[in-house]
């Protein structure tokens, strides 16, 4: 084919998106004009914002909580207006707004159209939060001594080390690794939690579900039904993990029918038990419980290694925090031992993890609902949002305000550490694990992240266990590999590399 016809093909495809865009915005959505826009408005030039958010929605962001200071603003996203409130007192409202009024769960159900690319038990029914915050993380201390051990296991296999020789190892997906091996040996146990086929798919979960569910949004709601079970790969990977987890879950429901209650002598404290505790009518079937327990690694694993991978290049760009660290988590575990409990008094790999958190937070917004009351959300300054708008707050731009941190664009890695010596009382505020008005990194309020005190402890243990036993440094003199943002995603450097070696002093 010569290149005049594959031209006017790429024009007409163009023109069709964007008259199809158009004509989908013209008829779409609750009316926002009385709200201040950055960017462009009008259903247009709209459009050229929606371009600018895809990589620039962080300088957006911060354009409209300097313009709009405790107040909100709009931006457009490719399909929608998406509002962001600045401030605290409305952040407030978000966070401790009841579900039927503001929804995170319709909010992420759609932004993930969960239906097609998780399942629909966990659109319908989502019991697991309820499990992560209360059975899961009473458990975090007694089964401690797993995720330490697998987190010894996954570091010596994926860094076979010699000598004093350095390593160049990719972080990301070393992590990624670390994350996925080290959560499934808490969810799930040896020696699925090793299988290579097992934890492919739950990385390609992790990686591909926000993707397929981008492209499945894209499409009209009228044709979601019949395309996106052909865009998302949800039957096989449901296949791939019912071979795996099918006979793991059958047999406790078999043990739980012959003992004639959910305990018996010898059951295993693990994510299956936790779940089969809760779940109730389908929820109780063998499908359903493998589904849940993929969804709660995907939950995990992406958000988890995003933060880990940050933290990774923060201490390999700032190599000279590797000896107070080192010092703190020896004079901890010398004295007690590795447990939850030591992990708790390591108050400086806390801080680095809270700061790494603050400075690299995985989401430039957070706290996202969607208004759900029929007759619109009204906030404490008056405002009334309209049924159906799209809400987040301003994170990043909370993160780095001079006002709530100061210096704040600089890494101080003691920072919060040093708040927690200056402050007696209320000192528990500055720990990684506490969601504030002023830290959002884990969401706060009526959703925060149920999994972060697993999180934490675990990001701690694997940052304790890489000081103690490695030097770490950039792979070239040109300082922290960039983040990626994308959307409203601060991701980190994918294919950044890493060195490591044996610890020498
Ligand atoms: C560093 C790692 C993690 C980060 C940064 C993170 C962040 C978040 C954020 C920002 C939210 C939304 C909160 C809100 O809107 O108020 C959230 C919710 C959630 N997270 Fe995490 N998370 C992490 C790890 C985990 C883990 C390990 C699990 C599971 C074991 C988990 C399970 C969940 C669930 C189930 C929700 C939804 C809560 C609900 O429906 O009320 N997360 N997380």
Redesign the pocket.
Known sequence: MDTAPKVQIALGLAASAVLYLLVRNAYSGPNLDFIPTVGPSGSIWSYLGAFRYVFHAKEMFQEGYKRYPASMFRVAVIDRWSVLVSGKQLIEDV?NAREQDLS??QSTNEFLQTRYTLGRGIERD?Y??TV?RTS?SRNVGNRFPDVRDEIVCAFSELLPLQGEEWMAVPAYDTMLQVICRT?NRFFVGLPLCRNPDYLALNIGVAMDVVMKAQLINFLPAFLRPTLGPFISSLNNNMRRASKHLTPLVAERLKKMEESGGKDWPGRPNDLISWLVDSAEGDELSLTALVQRVIF?NF??IR??TD?IGHLLFDLAANPSYLQPLREEVEAIVNEEGWTKVSMGKMHKVDSFLRES?RLHG??TQ???RKVVKPDGFTFSDGTTLPNGTYVHATTWSLHHDPELYSNPDVFDGFRFANLRNAEEVGAAKHQAVTTSLDYL????????????H??VIE?KAILAHIVINYDVKLAKDEGRPPNQYIASACLPHASAKVLFRKRQS
């Open positions: 966070a995170f769960h989502p697991h939060p992560i899961l959560s709660v939950a995990a958000t988890s933060t958190q995985i989401g957070s706290l996202g990194a884990f969401g706060h309020g009526i959703h925060a992240c149920p999994g972060r697993f999180a990001l």
